[in-house]
DNA sequence: AGCACGCCGACT
DNA sequence: GTCGGCGTGCTC
């Protein structure tokens, strides 16, 4: 047997750029670090600790100087396995971030209880019999789509039928879930793991009750932001168990360890929970993505609609779309496509086809009415067709800094002195988004006979029954009804499509469809207020001709998906710096701006192709970490640099 | 972040 | 002559 190795390669849990890297420390004699250790080391100082993980062991060090000596193993349990470092390492090369903030997001804080009891019950639990589930039928699609869904390194877009389904304990789930447990099933039988992230708590309710006819309470691992520090460090070492389990989670369920990990289901992907926003800001489909390429495994990411960003890997062929071949979808209406709106006794902007069709639809069961959640950021709009105003260079959104000057784009900072509407040639700007959430109160109204339930981020409604009632939900609180909506009203279509930002009318898309999906197949859905390519395609189902278009456009505007773009922000010296380096390096890229930000700080955004697209980031972590050194000691004075996809150039924008 | 090293003003 | 200001730089 070899002796020991006896210097330790540590990372340390640090939130400071300059200390994204690895740093060698001497193991004394007796002390035993195994890889993925929690440890405490001496920085700069002897009496100071930082914590860290032991990330590699060796005998030799590049380091000049003398070593010092790591100082205590928190737990020799192998929190950080090998597999999670070299993600975390590929996120922050990525994201221009660093690894350590991955970490922090992807290993939940120890709790010593909840360690000690995992220890001992570790040993015993050594042989688990292949668990013996029937791969359950789902229909619409074959039988051996699953297994060939979890092929290694296989990338899928799996589209979920509409729909709510009763489970066997009486409750109900959407009927999207029965794939998603079908998958679950197959990776059981194999003897594999499935790890299923999903955008809301809301999900992973449905999820759970879904995920129960295929795997037992011991192999079901749920994963809440929510959850209590025991639960979560429970969790997380359950994934380091040498068994079979199927992870359900949010967004941070990506990370979670899973022995033989056979799939990750990135559910609705186009949902902007999906989007961390924490530092480095990775985004769970990005995450799934390059996990994938380390363990090998399979990726899905099951929506009733693929996002833009899957649209274009699907047109790449570097996605493999998996569709149903029955549809349970229930008829979808846009009023303005609709003939004879005599508006008499219909609530104020409700047609009253529209109208008419609710209160019958109200006689034999519940109804839902989705509407707009007010609090976006308020852009502008061309005042006479409502088209978004964009700057004519490039094609950023305008936006009026102070009253009486001419608006400014958000991203190059150029102002536009004789803003023409492209659409129509109209001269005005207006701010956007007025009058939404008007209609409610109206819509109550016209409905006095009738019990009203309101659902929204405080007052949280997971399902109703089959009785009549009026189910008014912002966008994303939809509670499900037992047998699904006899019918649903969506509200505000036009003022949802215009809002400032890149992903309005995907985000959109997404909010109609989920909804429409809650309706039982024999009921109608009525879009209001939206026209042309977008009600055509909400009304057939058939988004393929709108998508492709909306990524040609993306195109060539240079705009996400189509390229990658970064935003770099902070005190003048340091952008500037970024700037002249990207420029030298890289000579395809582009940069815009800058822009003034207020306080002393100014931001650029770099846009550049996918191929360079690694080393574009890498260089930017790279000059991040040694500009970190330069920083004043003013906190306020940090270069901040953001990967963005389009949700977080939004988020960006409404700084 | 901390904590060292380093080069200019008022003090026993 | 020296004590100490915090500007600048680094952390195995």
């Known amino acids: 047997m070899s002796p020991p190795r006896r210097i330790a390669q540590v990372i340390l849990d640090t939130r400071l750029p300059q200390l994204d890297r690895v740093f060698d420390y001497e193991l004394l004699d007796g002390v035993v670090a195994p890889i993925g250790a929690k440890v405490k080391v001496p920085l700069r100082s002897q009496k100071s600790l930082s914590s860290g993980y032991v990330v590699g062991l060796s005998d030799s060090t590049d380091h000049g100087g003398k070593l010092a000596a790591l100082a205590e193993v928190t737990t020799a349990v192998p929190l950080l396995s090998p597999e999670l470092w070299q993600l975390a390492e590929s996120i922050a090369n990525r994201q221009a971030g660093s690894a350590a903030d991955v970490l922090r997001l992807a290993i939940p804080p120890r709790y010593v209880r909840v360690e000690k009891k995992w220890l001992e019950g570790d040993e015993s639990a050594q042989a688990i019999a292949p668990h013996q589930v029937d791969l359950p039928v789902v229909e619409g699609y074959e039988a051996e789509v699953w297994g060939d869904l979890l092929r290694p390194q296989g990338r899928s877009a799996l589209y979920q039928s509409h729909g709510v389904v009763g489970t066997l304990d009486g409750g109900s789930v959407p009927r999207a879930t029965q794939s998603v447990s079908a998958l679950a099933a197959a990776a059981l039988r194999a003897g594999s793991s499935l790890v299923v992230v999903v955008p809301t708590w809301r999900d992973i309710a449905h999820y759970q009750d879904a995920l129960r006819a295929v795997a037992s309470e011991d192999q079901l691992s749920i994963l809440q932001a929510e959850g209590s520090p025991s639960e979560r460090y429970g969790n997380y070492l359950r994934g380091l168990s040498p068994r079979p389990v199927v992870v359900l989670g949010t967004r941070h369920a990506v990370f979670a360890p899973a022995w033989n990990l056979a799939g990750i289901v990135v559910v609705d992907d186009a949902d902007s929970a999906h989007a961390e926003p924490l530092s480095p800001y990775a985004h769970t489909r990005d995450v799934a993505l390059l996990r994938q390429q380390i363990e090998k495994c399979a990726v899905v990411f099951a929506s009733l609609l693929p996002s833009l960003s899957v649209k274009r890997w699907i047109d790449q062929g570097y996605v493999v779309a998996h569709a149903p071949s029955v549809t349970y979808r229930a008829q979808v209406i846009p009023t303005e496509l609709s003939v004879g709106m005599d508006r008499d006794q219909a609530p104020a902007r409700l047609p009253s086809q529209a109208f008419r069709a609710a209160k019958e639809a109200l006689s034999q069961g519940p109804v839902l009415v989705q509407v707009f959640r007010a609090g976006y950021s308020s852009g502008l709009a061309c005042a006479s067709c409502q088209e978004r105003g964009l700057c004519k260079l490039c094609h950023g959104p305008l936006r009026i800094v102070s009253e009486g000057q001419h608006p400014l784009c958000t991203w190059c900072g150029v102002p536009d002195a004789a803003w023409r509407c492209a659409a129509c040639s109209g001269r005005e700007l207006t701010p956007r988004g007025r009058g939404i959430g008007r209609t409610i109160s109206d819509i109550g109204k016209a409905f006095p006979t009738v019990p009203v339930v309101r659902s929204d981020g405080e007052n949280r409604v997971l399902e109703v029954s089959s009785k009549p009632a009026l ?49 039982h197949s024999t009921g109608v859905a009525y879009l209001m207020d939206v026209t042309d390519a977008p009600a055509l395609a909400v009304a057939s189902g058939r988004y393929e001709h709108l998508l492709a278009h909306e990524l040609s456009e993306r195109s060539a505007l240079r705009l996400p998906p189509a390229i990658r773009l970064a935003s770099v922000s902070g005190p003048p010296h340091l952008v500037v710096q970024v700037r002249e380096r990207m420029g030298e390096m890289f000579p395809a890229v582009d940069v815009l701006g800058p822009v003034d930000m207020g306080g002393g700080s100014i931001r650029i955004i770099v846009r550049f192709p996918y191929a360079d697209a690694h ?8 000059l991040r970490n040694k500009l970190a050194l330069s920083y004043g000691r003013n906190p306020t004075q940090r270069l901040r640099i953001v990967v963005d996809d389009p949700d977080r150039l939004d988020a960006l924008l409404g700084e």
């Open 471 to 519: 189910v008014i939900a912002t966008r994303g609180a939809e509670p499900l009804a037992e047998g699904g909506y006899r019918a649903a009203l969506l509200l505000d279509g036009a003022a949802m499509l215009s809002r400032e930002s890149l992903g309005a009318l995907e985000d959109s898309l997404h909010a109609w469809e989920r909804a429409i999906s809650l309706v």
């Open 615 to 622: 080393l574009v980031t890498g260089e930017l972590r790279a």
